[in-house]
């Protein structure tokens, strides 16, 4: 169960542990015995983290179906590992593959306002992925305010990661990487669809960046912090909690430009309800969900709190 929508806790504790693996192994085997993907984003992780580890993973076992999608969304490449290929391939594998944000894309080009911008190519990747979704499983495609709101998903996302980097050290320089899948799973006329995406953005954490923020603002999250971690005992990270919680509302921001422009903050809804549309959570099937993991904090959004 690799899976921060269904089992942060334990899910963050094991990629710690292969972490601290590196201090004592000389050699290790990892295996992916889950039956099924989950989430993403571990594995989007995993990565992350095996790129700055020597080079001891020596093999390991893995299931069909963690076969096919690690193969089909170019995972494997990432992790730099050689996964077996079933005869039928990625039939029942929709992928949206890894995306990366790479150097011609910088937010430190002389050139960013003018040259089509990388995140801008995601989101473009991204709707044409979605319409072939939706057009496998209902016959449709996005409406302009679906279109729309694929856009300012992926827009806002990777341009927020990109400017709450490391803020100390590297600012306006974050890294991220984006991958998904539609899966199609059951047998016979029981067939089922599940749908997979993540965004993962390296750098300084959400509670971090937003005690940057200037006034009001900055007073108002004092507040909100104070006001509720009396409700929240004395626990040791319970401001660190509440500040990611604040953050993550409609109109907050540390961007001073943003603020002055009043252009600050917006979408966060906006993403939950679309994700509710895709899911037909009206459906007593559909179990849509989402996960915001940052630092020591998992927001873990899922009915009945999928609409704003």
């Given at each position: 169960?690799?899976?921060?929508?269904?089992?942060p806790r334990e899910t963050m504790n094991?990629l710690?542990?292969?972490a601290?693996m590196?201090?004592?192994?000389s050699?290790i085997n990892i295996d992916f015995?889950?039956?099924h993907?989950?989430?993403?984003?571990?594995?989007?992780?995993?990565?992350t983290?095996k790129k700055g580890?020597p080079?001891?993973?020596m093999?390991?076992d893995?299931s069909?179906s963690?076969?096919?999608?690690?193969?089909a969304?170019?995972?494997?490449?990432?992790?730099?590992?050689?996964?077996?290929?079933?005869?039928?391939?990625?039939?029942?594998v929709?992928?949206?593959p890894?995306?990366?944000?790479?150097e011609?894309g910088s937010?430190e080009?002389?050139t960013?306002y003018?040259d089509?911008?990388?995140h801008e190519?995601?989101?473009?990747?991204l709707?044409a992925t979605?319409?072939?979704?939706?057009?496998?499983?209902?016959?449709q495609?996005?409406?302009l305010k679906?279109?729309?709101?694929v856009y300012?998903l992926?827009?806002?996302t990777?341009?927020?990661a990109?400017?709450?980097?490391?803020?100390?050290?590297?600012?306006?320089d974050?890294?991220w990487?984006v991958?998904?899948?539609?899966?199609?799973?059951g047998?016979?006329d029981q067939?089922y669809?599940?749908c997979?995406?993540?965004?993962l953005?390296?750098?300084?954490t959400i509670?971090e960046?937003?005690?940057?923020?200037?006034?009001?603002?900055?007073?108002?999250l004092e507040?909100?912090?104070a006001?509720?971690?009396r409700q929240?005992g004395?626990k040791a990270?319970?401001?660190e909690?509440?500040?990611?919680?604040?953050?993550?509302q409609?109109?907050?921001?540390?961007?001073?430009i943003?603020?002055?422009?009043k252009?600050?903050?917006t979408g966060?809804q906006?993403?939950?309800e679309?994700?509710s549309d895709?899911a037909a959570q009206?459906?007593?099937?559909?179990?849509?969900?989402?996960?915001i993991?940052s630092?020591r904090?998992c927001?873990?959004?899922n009915r009945?709190?999928m609409?704003g």
């Open positions: 169960e690799m899976s921060f929508t269904h089992n094991r710690g542990n292969l601290d590196e201090a004592d192994a050699a015995h889950d039956t993907c989950l989430d993403v984003g571990p594995y989007l992780l995993l990565s983290i580890m080079d001891f993973f093999g390991g893995i069909s963690m076969s096919k999608v690690m193969s969304l170019e995972l494997d490449q990432e992790l730099g590992i050689w996964v077996p290929v079933p005869e039928d391939k990625h039939t029942d929709f992928p949206f890894v995306h990366r944000r790479r011609s937010s080009s002389e960013r003018i089509k911008q990388t190519k995601v989101a473009n990747n709707k979605i319409d072939n979704w939706l057009g496998v499983t209902t016959q495609k996005l409406n679906g279109r729309r709101s300012k992926v827009t806002e990777l341009d927020n990109e400017r709450h980097g490391d803020l100390l050290e590297h600012q306006n974050g890294d990487i991958a998904g899948f539609m899966a199609r799973r047998d016979g067939k669809y599940r997979h995406l993540a965004f953005s390296t750098g300084t509670s960046t937003i005690q940057t923020t200037p006034e009001p603002t900055k007073s108002k507040a909100y912090v006001k509720h971690r929240l004395t990270h319970s401001k909690h509440l500040s990611t919680v604040f953050a993550l409609d109109g907050v921001t540390r961007s001073k943003a603020i002055n422009q252009s600050n903050g966060f906006d993403i939950l679309f994700y895709l009206g459906a007593e099937q559909a179990d849509a969900s989402m996960a993991v630092g904090t927001v873990l959004c009945p709190y609409h």
